[in-house]
């Protein structure tokens, strides 16, 4: 059996076919794949999808931790790549942009299959730190400045957690409840709607706008020749 080891900027998120399904796991990768593959009879053949931000040094130490639990790392691709595949795409021929919104980093890939099943990535652009995080700390900054609260890290974690149930929850209403407290013992309450999110993370959703036109203009392609859009990773659970 091959295994499918997927590795997050701050944790691993594991998945075998089989029952077991997806585990996540720890930030160290040796404890996380022993975990993610205990139910693995013995080591075997794996397939490592990283982050598009994930450079040649960590990757190779990425299967060198790997090999270290005595598995074969047939190779090691890219998240937004790895989606492709699971859609199954190299069985529709067409071009295909994946857009890969993690928590923590972007990932952004024009993809074009062939008739044969042939994937050729046609441009690509990867950034740190405009995921669904810098969404929720964007959040928390507009409405501590409305309260008059100073932007301290602390207080932009407390509001930013609250901010992220909050964004994920915008997906489904279109209006929710936003509430924590702050480490003063502040107590706050608000609203967030899509509109207020909107309104929030617009400088980020720009800049996410100009990393895909800048991997379309790679890929000598415009918006309307895209035949289909594919949404991965937690900071895509957004009201869009």
Do not use: K, Y
Not at 6 to 25: M, S, T
Not at 100 to 105: F, I, K, N, P, Y
Not at 169 to 187: I, K, Q
Request: aromatic share 2%.
């Amino acid at each position: 059996m091959i295994h499918g080891v997927e590795l997050g900027r701050l944790g691993c998120r594991a998945a075998a076919r089989g029952p077991a399904g997806g585990v996540l796991l720890s930030d160290q990768l040796a404890p996380a794949l022993a975990e993610a593959l205990a139910d693995a009879p013995e080591p075997g053949p794996l397939v490592i999808a990283v982050p598009g931000t994930l450079d040649d040094v960590r990757r190779r130490a990425v299967r060198a931790d790997a090999e270290a639990l005595g598995h074969t790392v047939l190779r090691i691709v890219s998240a937004p790549l790895a989606a492709a595949l699971a859609c199954d795409l190299p069985a529709r021929a067409g071009r295909f942009a994946v857009f890969d919104l993690g928590e923590d980093a972007f990932d952004f890939r024009v993809l074009a299959v062939d008739g044969d099943g042939v994937v050729e990535v046609r441009g690509a652009v990867a950034e740190e730190a405009v995921g669904g995080a810098a969404m929720d700390r964007a959040v928390a900054r507009t409405l501590l400045s409305e309260l008059g609260e100073r932007a301290e890290p602390r207080t932009v974690a407390a509001v930013a957690g609250a901010a992220g149930d909050a964004r994920v929850a915008l997906a489904h209403h279109f209006s929710v409840a936003l509430e924590c407290v702050l480490p003063s013992g502040r107590r706050v309450q608000s609203r967030l709607n899509r509109h207020r999110f909107a309104h929030c993370v617009e400088p980020l959703l720009d800049r996410l706008a100009r990393l895909c036109h800048d991997a379309l203009d790679e890929a000598g392609l415009r918006t309307d020749e895209i035949d289909e859009v594919i949404l991965v990773g937690d900071g895509a659970r957004a009201p869009w």
